[in-house]
């Protein structure tokens, strides 16, 4: 992301605070500002360094990685395995700053974390040029996808946000920002076929209407931050709720049927037609949940199984709750067995469910797991010919916050 774009970003964020919270942030904005391209300007000599700030070490050397220098460690496509060095860093640099009255410093370990919403929320940062290149291909025209796109100023325009409080201790803070990333990225690869058709049309309006969606998604998640981060360090409540939805997480891991796009589907699954897909329901009213479809591949001499993984927050909530069954609003030819694993061990296995069967309600102990996989199977020992079924988690969700 582009200088201003990561100014405008803090700049929106610490505009929208309310209360307190404003209270304390706002007369610090310019330096998170400023801050917000520390992991940039640091790219240079020491002695450019040193004239932009004097202890700019503090702020861009991570400690305990390889090479310590911020911006050569995250990567938004390994983004699960290269930024917890960093995050954990800075929130902690940013706490502790916080509560020994180290406000200044507090504003520029978190205008870094500005930095690394933006460089993550960049539609630019999202994809892997190569496969793009021959999915685009960009005819008599020559482009470079990176700079065009984030060479496109956003603007943001909303006055207001309504904050979400993104943890109540440090460490569900750090799960859950990885967690908000992930789903930034994710809401941001969908911009990259608008922006990049719009480059190719030479339609400046809808490309900046893109890379304006990019940028309010971005000081939408450091508004969160900021509240979430001052809430921590001055020992608020934070009224979180007791449950948390699986479905607003982005799955670690995955795996389906071709018929679903190799992947899990949330709510609705694929009708006869593309304007009829189909809703999910076991037995009552239709329900909200993730569906799965295990390998259909006829001569598949393995167990038909699907399965999805979560990354949870160890000791934060005590159980998993979900509703389990097969879809009655599709045709089921076999049963199914599901199970429930927490790293990598399975705690739960039900019975065999089949199409009449109605939806069970399972409550599963998490202990202190970090991984929660939900799986199905095939419930025929053999199944070496292809027989159709639909399960389905409804509401699955993590309950019993500690
Ligand atoms: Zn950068």
């Not at 990333?181 to 969908?190: G, S």
């Not at 199914?336 to 694993?341: G, N």
Request: hydrophobic residues 40%.
């Amino acid at each position: 992301m582009d200088g201003p774009m990561h100014i405008h970003i803090a700049e929106a964020a610490v505009e929208w605070l309310t209360g307190d919270c404003a209270a304390f942030w706002k007369p610090l904005r310019k330096i998170i500002e400023k801050a917000s391209n520390y992991p940039d300007y640091f790219a240079t000599s020491a002695e450019k360094n040193a004239l932009i700030d004097p202890d700019w070490r503090e702020y861009t050397m991570i400690p305990d990685v390889d090479n310590p220098i911020a911006h050569a460690i995250f990567k938004p496509l390994k983004l699960r395995e290269t930024y917890p060095a960093i995050i954990n860093h800075w929130t902690a640099q940013t706490i502790a700053c916080l509560k020994s009255g180290n406000n200044e410093k507090a504003a520029k370990f978190i205008g870094c974390l500005s930095h690394l919403i933006g460089d993550t929320g960049q539609a630019a940062h999202v994809f892997d040029e190569r496969p793009l290149k021959r999915l685009l291909p960009q005819g008599d025209k020559r482009f470079i996808f990176h700079s065009t796109m984030e060479k496109v100023m956003g603007k943001i325009e909303a006055q207001k946000y309504d904050v979400k409080i993104l943890g109540g201790s440090i460490k569900e803070l750090n799960w859950r920002l990885i967690e908000e990333l992930e789903i930034l990225k994710q809401h941001n690869t969908a911009e990259v076929i608008p922006i990049l058709k719009a480059i190719m049309d030479g339609d400046n309006h809808a490309a900046e209407a893109s890379a304006s969606r990019s940028v309010t998604s971005c000081a939408e998640l450091f508004a969160d931050l900021l509240v979430s981060i001052w809430n921590i360090a001055s020992g608020k409540k934070t009224g979180l709720k007791n449950e948390f939805k699986l479905q607003d997480l982005v799955p670690v891991d995955q795996a389906c049927d071709m018929l679903f796009n190799y992947e899990i589907m949330l709510d609705r699954i694929p009708g006869k037609t593309i304007n009829e897909a189909l809703t999910l329901n076991l037995g009552g009213e239709d329900v909200h949940g993730l569906a799965l479809l295990a390998d259909m591949a006829p001569f598949f001499s393995e167990v038909r199984r699907a399965f999805v993984e979560y990354s949870i927050p160890r000791n934060v909530f005590e159980y998993f709750e979900s509703e389990i069954g097969l879809n009655h609003h599709s045709v089921n030819d076999t049963k199914a067995v599901f199970k429930v694993k927490l790293d990598g061990k399975i705690v739960f296995t039900s019975e065999a469910l089949g199409k009449d069967d109605s939806g069970v309600k399972i409550k599963v102990k998490l202990g202190n797991a970090k991984r929660l996989q939900l799986y199905v199977c095939d419930a025929r020992p053999a199944p070496c010919d292809t027989k159709f079924f639909y399960p389905v988690f409804a509401n699955p969700k993590l309950t019993g916050r500690i």
